[in-house]
């Protein structure tokens, strides 16, 4: 029987990625902010596929919290199979429209959180010699898009060289990216969601990826029309990539 951790498993992306997981069996332990809306969905998914959920309450932007969910990865006696650093948000205003605190809780998030429970989780994976991390990273990070843009680069990059330095202990490691999904993501950012092809269903998003991660892929980028659009921006000056700053904020 695995078990995997799942950050900010009570909407959208996370809380796919909890159902398909436990419909493959898995026992799950969830993370997130709203208490009453994880002991809800725990108990949903205990009822739908007969699997231990474990509920953990935290605000991954404050270190004390943040440190229950890094000893929850690093028990050795409870061991974590699979990492989904999937917790995240983005900021509507550009970069000098928001405040700094803004800026720096959105980086707590999107990188210091994958950062410190990506060690705890590789320091009891390498030593047992098997497990994985997917870190939820974005199409964004291929654009010049400000500092989310940014945060989901470093995710990338660190993702890859995860991947590479730990294959050979029985670790892997992937980055999702995916484009724009069918989510709370927007209406938390206050921008209205849009439709048509660009706009992904998020089971197909997590199923996709499961499918790479279980290949040993080092990235999964769902949908043909993002894999042309990362393709693209190989060869578009990065001046004109800044005509998309826009796209994804109304």
Known sequence: MSTSL?????AGIGHEYAV??????????????DSARLEQVAEDLRRAHGVEVEVLVADLTDREQLATVEARLADRDRPVDLLVNNAGFGLKKRFLDNTADDETAMLEVLVTAVLR?????????????????????SVAAFLPRGTYSASKAW?????????LEYKSRGVKVMALCPGFTKTEFHQRMQVKRGEGFMWLEADFLVRKSLEDFDKGRAYSIPGAQYKTIIALTKAI?????RLTQNMGRR
């Open 237 to 241: 000056p990065n001046r004109a990539l």
């Open 117 to 137: 429970l990506s060690h705890a989780a590789l320091g009891a994976m390498a030593e047992r010699g098997h497990g994985g991390i997917i870190n939820v990273s």
């Open 6 to 10: 799942i950050t900010g498993a009570t």
């Open 20 to 33: 398909q997981l436990a419909a493959r069996g898995d026992d799950l332990v969830l993370v997130a902010r």
């Open 155 to 163: 995710v990338n990059s660190f993702s890859e060289w995860a991947h």
